[in-house]
C-alpha cells in the first residue's frame, strides 16, 4: 500500500520507520492481540506462553533478515477472517499501539509538518494495523505492505515484497521520484539495523533508540542519535 495526500510543490521530506521508532512495539504485539481477541482469557494466557517459546525464532531470523522474518510471521495470519481483524485495528490502536507511543514523536512530526515537510510512514507492518497511527499523527503518506486476501480470509501472503531492508530504500526513492521530493534535503528516522538502506537515502539521517548495530553505523557517519523515552498518556494531534 502506497497513501498519500502530498502537496505537489513537496521540495523535501520526513521518513519514519514505525515499530520501534514511533511506537514502542513489534509485528507481534499486533499478531497477539488479534488472536487473542478470539479466545478466552485462560485459553489466550496459555496460547500466548506458548507462542513466546517460538519468538526466540523470531529474533533468531531477525538477526539474519528482517524481510526473511516478515514473510515467514506473516503466514502465521492465514485463515484469520479478514473483515474481523480489520475491523479491530482502531481498539489494536487504542490498547496497544497509542499506549507505547515515544513521547517526541508526535512533536518531531509536528515540527516536520511545520517545516513544510511531507510527513511519510515507512513501515513493515501491516497498512490496517498503521492507519490509525496515521491518521492521529496527520501524516502525508504511508508506505506498507497488505495481506492477500481470498475468500474473505487472508491467505498469510504479502501482496509484494517485504518493506524492510533494500525495498524501504527503494519506495522512498519511489516516493521521492513520483511526489517530486529532494532525498538530499529529506530526513528519515529508524531504528534498526535493517532501516540503514532507508537512512542511506537521504541527506539527513535519525537514529532513534539504536540498535548496537545501527548505533555504531550512525557514529560512524556522524549522525544524529535520539533518545526517545517510553510514553506516559499519548497526546492526540492538535489536542
Given at each position: 500500500?502506497?497513501?498519500?495526500?502530498?502537496?505537489?510543490?513537496?521540495?523535501?521530506?520526513?521518513?519514519?520507520?514505525?515499530?520501534?521508532?514511533?511506537?514502542?512495539?513489534?509485528?507481534?504485539?499486533?499478531?497477539?492481540?488479534?488472536?487473542?481477541?478470539?479466545?478466552?482469557?485462560?485459553?489466550?494466557?496459555?496460547?500466548?506462553?506458548?507462542?513466546?517459546?517460538?519468538?526466540?525464532?523470531?529474533?533468531?531470523?531477525?538477526?539474519?533478515?528482517?524481510?526473511?522474518?516478515?514473510?515467514?510471521?506473516?503466514?502465521?495470519?492465514?485463515?484469520?477472517?479478514?473483515?474481523?481483524?480489520?475491523?479491530?485495528?482502531?481498539?489494536?490502536?487504542?490498547?496497544?499501539?497509542?499506549?507505547?507511543?515515544?513521547?517526541?514523536?508526535?512533536?518531531?512530526?509536528?515540527?516536520?509538518?511545520?517545516?513544510?515537510?511531507?510527513?511519510?510512514?515507512?513501515?513493515?507492518?501491516?497498512?490496517?494495523?498503521?492507519?490509525?497511527?496515521?491518521?492521529?499523527?496527520?501524516?502525508?503518506?504511508?508506505?506498507?505492505?497488505?495481506?492477500?486476501?481470498?475468500?474473505?480470509?487472508?491467505?498469510?501472503?504479502?501482496?509484494?515484497?517485504?518493506?524492510?531492508?533494500?525495498?524501504?530504500?527503494?519506495?522512498?526513492?519511489?516516493?521521492?521520484?513520483?511526489?517530486?521530493?529532494?532525498?538530499?534535503?529529506?530526513?528519515?528516522?529508524?531504528?534498526?539495523?535493517?532501516?540503514?538502506?532507508?537512512?542511506?537515502?537521504?541527506?539527513?539521517?535519525?537514529?532513534?533508540?539504536?540498535?548496537?548495530?545501527?548505533?555504531?553505523?550512525?557514529?560512524?557517519?556522524?549522525?544524529?542519535?535520539?533518545?526517545?523515552?517510553?510514553?506516559?498518556?499519548?497526546?492526540?494531534e492538535g489536542s
Amino acid at each position: 500500500m502506497m497513501s498519500d495526500n502530498a502537496p505537489a510543490d513537496t521540495r523535501a521530506a520526513a521518513f519514519f520507520d514505525v515499530d520501534g521508532t514511533l511506537v514502542r512495539t513489534t509485528i507481534v504485539h499486533y499478531y497477539i492481540y488479534f488472536r487473542r481477541r478470539r479466545m478466552s482469557p485462560l485459553a489466550g494466557a496459555i496460547w500466548q506462553g506458548i507462542y513466546l517459546l517460538k519468538c526466540v525464532y523470531f529474533l533468531v531470523l531477525d538477526k539474519i533478515s528482517r524481510s526473511r522474518l516478515n514473510i515467514v510471521f506473516y503466514r502465521g495470519y492465514a485463515g484469520l477472517p479478514a473483515g474481523e481483524i480489520k475491523a479491530q485495528a482502531e481498539e489494536c490502536h487504542r490498547e496497544v499501539i497509542g499506549r507505547r507511543c515515544f513521547e517526541q514523536a508526535p512533536e518531531c512530526i509536528r515540527e516536520h509538518r511545520d517545516a513544510g515537510h511531507a510527513v511519510v510512514l515507512v513501515t513493515g507492518s501491516i497498512d490496517f494495523i498503521v492507519e490509525p497511527l496515521a491518521r492521529q499523527l496527520r501524516v502525508t503518506g504511508v508506505i506498507a505492505p497488505a495481506l492477500v486476501e481470498s475468500n474473505g480470509r487472508f491467505t498469510g501472503q504479502l501482496d509484494g515484497p517485504p518493506i524492510g531492508e533494500q525495498e524501504k530504500a527503494r519506495r522512498i526513492v519511489q516516493y521521492a521520484r513520483e511526489h517530486g521530493i529532494d532525498l538530499a534535503q529529506s530526513h528519515a528516522y529508524g531504528d534498526s539495523i535493517a532501516d540503514l538502506p532507508m537512512l542511506e537515502a537521504v541527506g539527513h539521517a535519525h537514529a532513534v533508540n539504536p540498535d548496537r548495530a545501527l548505533a555504531t553505523a550512525a557514529k560512524r557517519r556522524g549522525w544524529q542519535i535520539h533518545r526517545w523515552t517510553v510514553p506516559a498518556t499519548p497526546q492526540e494531534e492538535g489536542s
